[in-house]
C-alpha cells in the first residue's frame, strides 16, 4: 500500500509499504479521511518527537476490513475513527485517570504508523464506532474535536458566562461551537482574518475582534470587567499575555494553544492574585473521544464549513512541508 512516511526532519515522501496484518486485538482500518493538522507540520520541521520512521496522521476514519483474532465488539465493515493517543494503563498517571499525562504514552502517526495511508492499524480499544451514513470527512474531526471537548472541561463555563477565544484557527472556531453548546451566553473570537472573523459570527459568536488591533482594549469596550473565561488557542505568547489581562476577576484562562518550547512569557504574579485568576491548561483528549464521535455523529457540530480542501494521498508531502494557505482552515485527505 503507498504511505506518506517521515524517514527524517524535513524527509517527508509516499512509499510502497507492505499493508499491515492486524494483532490479536488490533483492527485494520481502510482510511477514508485523515485531516492535516498543525503538529504534522511540526513534526515534519523536527519541533516536536517522533518515532522515526514513521507514517503520519492522527486525525483518521474509515472502514474495519480485517479484525484479530481477539477483536470482540468490532467487527468487519464498521466505520470507525481510532483515537490516536495510547496510554500504558498502568503507571501512576493512568490509574488515576489522567491517560493524557501517561509518562510511556504512544500515538498513532507520531509513534506508530498513522492515517496518511491507504491502511492503518489501530488497537480494538482505541477505536471508537461512528454512524455508518456518517460522512467520512466529518470522521476525520474525532481527534480535534475529543481534544477541544476536554479544553471545554477543563473551562468549567458558568452557564450564561461569556467566553473569549484566541486564535481563528480550526481549533477556535471548533471551540465557538462547543462553548455555546457548554451553555456560554457569549462566545467573542479574536483572530486576524476577517473571513475567519465572519465564519465565526455565522457559527454563533456574539461578536468577534481584529488581533492585529488592540484586542484588549476592543473588549474592554463590549465587556468592562473582562470575560469569564478565555481561551488561548493560537499558541504565541501574545495571546497568553492578552489570555491573563482579557480575564475578569475570579475568571479563567485555558491554555491550549501549543507555544513553541523555548518561548517564555512575562506574567504578572500581582495581577494574577489581586485577580485571583484561575491558570489552567488542557492537554490531549484524556476521556473525551467517545464524547466527541458521539457529537459528530450526533450531526451537531457544522464541520462542513471548516472544511477548505479535499486531497489526495499523493499531495499530502507537499501539503505537509508547505505553510499553510492563509485563508484555509481544514485540509482534509481521502485516499
Ligand atoms: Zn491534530
Ligand atoms: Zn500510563
Not at 23 to 46: K, N, Q, T, W, Y
Not at 240 to 250: C, K, L, N, S, W
Request: some cysteine; proline content about 7%.
Amino acid at each position: 500500500m503507498l504511505a506518506a512516511r517521515l524517514t527524517a526532519p524535513g524527509q517527508l515522501a509516499l512509499e510502497e509499504v507492505a499493508r499491515p496484518v492486524p494483532g490479536p486485538c488490533d483492527v485494520l482500518v481502510r482510511v477514508e479521511a485523515c485531516g492535516i493538522c498543525g503538529s504534522d507540520r511540526h513534526m515534519f520541521r523536527g519541533e516536536f518527537p517522533t518515532a522515526l520512521p514513521v507514517t503520519l496522521g492522527h486525525e483518521f476514519s474509515g472502514i474495519v476490513v480485517a479484525t484479530g483474532a481477539d477483536v470482540a465488539g468490532i467487527g468487519v465493515g464498521a466505520r470507525v475513527s481510532g483515537d490516536p493517543n495510547i496510554a500504558c494503563g498502568c503507571c501512576a498517571q493512568c490509574r488515576a485517570g489522567r491517560p493524557n499525562l501517561c509518562p510511556a504514552l504512544s500515538a498513532i502517526g507520531v509513534t506508530r504508523d498513522g492515517g496518511f495511508a491507504e491502511y492503518v492499524l489501530v488497537p480494538e480499544a482505541q477505536a471508537v464506532l461512528l454512524p455508518a451514513d456518517l460522512d467520512p470527512l466529518h470522521g476525520a474531526f474525532c481527534e480535534p474535536v475529543s481534544c477541544c471537548l476536554h479544553a471545554i472541561d477543563v473551562a468549567r463555563i458558568p452557564r450564561g458566562g461569556s467566553v473569549v477565544i484566541l486564535g481563528g484557527g480550526v481549533i477556535g472556531l471548533i471551540m465557538v461551537e462547543l462553548a455555546l453548546q457548554a451553555g456560554a451566553g457569549a462566545v467573542i473570537l479574536s483572530t486576524r482574518q476577517s473571513a475567519r472573523r465572519a465564519l465565526a459570527s455565522d457559527l454563533g459568536a456574539a461578536a468577534t475582534l481584529d488581533a492585529m488591533g488592540d484586542a484588549v482594549s476592543t473588549l474592554a469596550e463590549l465587556l468592562p470587567e473582562g470575560a469569564d473565561v478565555v481561551m488561548e488557542c493560537a499558541g504565541v505568547t501574545e495571546t497568553v499575555d492578552q489570555a491573563i489581562r482579557m480575564a475578569r476577576r475570579g475568571g479563567t484562562v485555558v491554555l491550549f494553544g501549543v507555544v513553541p518550547k523555548d518561548d517564555r512569557v512575562l506574567i504578572s504574579p500581582f495581577e494574577l492574585l489581586t485577580k485571583e485568576l484561575r491558570l489552567e491548561s488542557a492537554w490531549l483528549n484524556p476521556l473525551t473521544y467517545g464524547r466527541a464521535a458521539g457529537l459528530i455523529g450526533g450531526r451537531v457540530l457544522s464541520l462542513d464549513r471548516l472544511i477548505s480542501r479535499r486531497i489526495g494521498l499523493a499531495e499530502v508531502p507537499e501539503e505537509v512541508a508547505g505553510d499553510p494557505v492563509p485563508g484555509e482552515i481544514k485540509l482534509v485527505m481521502t485516499p
